[in-house]
């Protein structure tokens, strides 16, 4: 499966953005999908997943309550809204696809990457 992420941009602290991830191919309903963020010096670390249904979301405590994360199969597509953005918000945004159907927070786990999509938080 080819993934494309896309949305975002420049927002000031306190913004919304939202992302999409769109796949490509007939398979997208079988994977685990998640959303991971890497900032300049940092490592990649999870943001959030998905299971394939959509029926099972789970986030990093760092944005939990202030991010969802969806999906929308039917479209081949993946979201996530982000709420009351902040500086520390700031890296590029990856969406990947997991043969782990519940999704997982472990990189290691996905075997399909997205290009990335710079989300830049203003303070």
């Known amino acids: 499966v080819q993934l494309q992420a896309s949305g975002g941009g420049l927002v000031q602290a306190g913004g919304s953005l939202r992302l999409s991830c769109a796949a490509s191919g007939r398979t997208f309903g079988s994977y685990g999908m998640g959303w991971f963020r890497q900032a300049p010096g940092l490592e990649r670390e999870f943001v959030a997943g998905?299971?394939?249904?959509?029926?099972?979301?789970f986030y990093a405590d760092s944005v939990k309550g202030r991010f969802t994360i969806s999906r929308d199969n039917a479209k081949n597509t993946m979201y996530l809204q982000m709420n009351n953005l902040k500086p520390e918000d700031t890296a590029i945004y990856y969406c990947?696809?997991?043969?782990?159907?519940?999704?997982?927070?472990?990189?290691?786990?996905?075997?399909?990457w997205g290009q990335g999509t710079l989300v830049t938080v203003s303070s």
């Open positions: 998905v299971s394939w249904s959509g029926g099972s979301t």
């Open positions: 990947a696809a997991t043969g782990m159907i519940r999704g997982s927070t472990d990189s290691m786990d996905y075997d399909y």
